[in-house]
């Protein structure tokens, strides 16, 4: 992906540590139910790519395991309330959205992302009616960061934000190989099975 194109694009909200995690290729996956303000009361996948935006507001530093809790304060230092830019550094493309019903399913996954148990199995119980997306992603570091005017729009607590602005989609590469992520997948897919 180096072609620079011009588009009105879309962004997929995710707490900054969890993105920082992804850059690093430390997890290709991320759990959605969805925002308490969705529109559509429940997650959907409305792109299979996107901008991943990070969101600072709600990480909560005992919902992620011992080792990832200093990335947190590391992201935390580039944030701000008064924020008039948003900082755009990762791209993803969805490589599959497996729908989790029981706790024991997303229990085999434990090893695979940086969440406590607890923080899953909040997800998981959230509207319980609802199944729990695990999106496996194919994640790109940008080049150069693309920097967006901050929007009210975007501020609340939903997956999806249509960015008002047309960006340029910078140069990126991906943070892991083809091989290594299929070995990525592979032990997603294992895992599940059992």
């Known amino acids: 992906m180096n072609e620079q194109i011009t588009r ?22 991320i759990m959605r139910k969805g925002g308490i303000i969705e529109e559509t009361r429940d997650f959907q996948l409305i792109s299979d790519s996107f901008y991943l935006m990070s969101a600072y507001e709600h990480q909560r530093k005992e919902l992620l395991k011992e080792g990832n809790r200093d990335a947190m304060d590391e992201t935390l230092k580039e ?9 755009l550094e990762a791209y993803a493309e969805v490589v599959q959205d497996i729908e989790i019903n029981d706790q024991e399913t997303l229990d085999k996954l434990r090893h695979l ?5 607890t ?6 119980k959230w509207k319980r009616k609802k199944p729990l997306h695990l999106l496996l992603l194919k994640v790109y570091k940008l080049d ?7 929007r009210d729009a975007y501020n609340g607590c939903k997956s999806w934000v249509r ?10 590469r991906p943070v892991l190989s083809d091989e290594q992520l299929t070995q990525e997948i592979d032990q997603i897919k294992h895992a599940l099975m059992g």
């Open 163 to 172: 960015l008002e602005d047309e960006l340029i989609l910078p140069a990126m």
């Open 8 to 29: 009105q694009p879309i962004a997929l909200k995710e707490w900054a540590v969890s993105v920082k995690a992804l850059l690093e290729g430390n997890q290709i996956i």
């Open 79 to 87: 944030w701000t309330e008064l924020q008039d830019k948003i900082k």
């Open 144 to 150: 150069q960061p693309v920097f967006a005017p901050m």
């Open 119 to 124: 923080f899953a199995e909040e997800r998981l």
């Open 113 to 117: 992302h940086i969440w406590t148990d």
